[in-house]
């Protein structure tokens, strides 16, 4: 079945730590998206990319980073510069071109959640 | 900058009624995109409905309605004979242009909890 793959589930990381949370998608979707949730402040835009070896950054993207070497993948890198990272993640992707078409509702992964010790 | 609005962080419902979760948007496009997205305890993200801006015909999916009123910029939804799998928090999305030709973001609301009580 076609769908969005995240891993780890749960990741515990220690302060100054860089961490990588993976995102496979086999939909053959060409828009990707990483957000971030926190209770009470519903979800976040980190990075997105629409297509392979370009990516924008988000409203909250200091302290990411990301890579989009092929279509389906993209993998959100949490650095040590992310001062407040204990949240869950969530990985989504659409296949486009979104506007008058069916393709543009977003499928999510099941999502990882990263705790700082 | 769009912007998306739930003014109810929390609701209740008994089972079998209906109950209705407010959106509202702000944007200067003329075409786009809303969505209603549920996150049950699983926290897996899954589509409700969706609603075409040009269109003025609400959108429906079986006990799932909304009431979409363009110049308000208002996106409601409504649960019919509401279930007791119907407990999630539930999100409000917008989807439209960033300007950046081909590029579209996604803005999601801060969610409602919904609970249905048996």
């Known amino acids: 079945d076609g769908g969005i793959t995240q891993s780890p589930k749960y990741l515990f990381r220690k302060e100054g730590q860089n961490v990588t949370l993976s995102c496979e998608q086999n939909l053959n979707h060409d828009a990707m998206y990483w957000y971030r949730q926190d209770p009470g402040q519903g979800l976040r835009l980190i990075y997105y990319?629409?297509?392979?070896?370009?990516?924008q950054k988000g409203d909250i993207a200091e302290g990411y980073s990301v890579s989009r070497e092929k279509k389906e993948s993209f993998p959100l890198t949490v650095t040590s510069a992310q001062k407040n990272p204990t949240a869950f993640y969530l990985c989504?992707?659409?296949?486009?071109?979104?506007?008058?078409?069916?393709?543009?509702?977003?499928?999510f992964g099941a999502g990882s959640r990263l705790t700082v010790l | 900058a769009q912007t998306v609005t739930q003014s109810q962080p929390e609701m209740s419902v008994q089972e079998a009624e209906t109950v209705t979760l407010s959106c509202t948007y702000d944007?200067?496009?003329?075409?786009?995109?809303l969505f209603w997205y549920k996150q049950p305890p699983s926290r897996q993200m899954i589509l409700v409905i969706r609603?075409?801006?040009?269109?003025?015909q609400n959108a429906t999916e079986n006990r799932f309605s909304v009431n979409f009123q363009k110049a308000a910029k208002s996106f409601s939804l409504k649960i019919s004979d509401s279930q007791l799998g119907d407990t999630a928090m539930y999100f409000c999305a917008f989807m439209g242009d960033t300007g950046t030709s081909g590029t579209y973001k996604y803005i999601f609301g801060t969610g409602t909890r919904l609970k249905v009580l048996a």
């Open positions: 609603q075409e801006a040009y269109k003025q």
């Open positions: 990319s629409q297509i392979v070896n370009d990516f």
């Open positions: 989504a992707s659409t296949g486009g071109p979104p506007l008058g078409s069916g393709a543009n509702v977003l499928t």
């Open positions: 944007t200067s496009e003329n075409n786009y995109y």
